[in-house]
């Protein structure tokens, strides 16, 4: 019986504590969980096309998501590489710009 009362208590505090996180905002860029929760996902799947593409060191180049704006930077091998990386994010599903900060390292 207490492992009952103990799994409801568990699950109304977390309840409750998913709702009252959603209300708020997270960090100091005033950005809601849901966003980040967003940019999260686009991040990961950036990072994830980038790692499946060969002609990509997805190691070398970092990427940072904020309201749908994906930051790419980190050093490419060539311009091509730069490219490539830049076309992987602008092409993943709800990004709405691409900042390609490359830099191509001779």
């Known amino acids: 019986m207490s492992k009952v009362i103990r799994a409801i208590a568990f699950a109304t505090v977390t309840a409750t504590t998913l709702l009252a996180a959603t209300g708020c905002s997270v960090a100091r860029d005033q950005q809601s969980v849901g966003s980040y929760v967003d940019d999260t996902a686009i991040t990961a799947a950036v990072k994830a096309k980038m790692a499946e593409d060969k002609s990509v060191s997805a190691t070398a180049i970092s990427v940072e998501t904020l309201k749908g704006v994906v930051q790419l930077s980190g050093f ?9 990386a830049g076309e992987i994010a602008r092409t993943t599903k709800n990004v709405s710009e691409v900042r390609n900060s490359i830099v191509v390292k001779p």
């Open 76 to 84: 490419a091998k060539s311009e091509a590489e730069k490219a490539r």
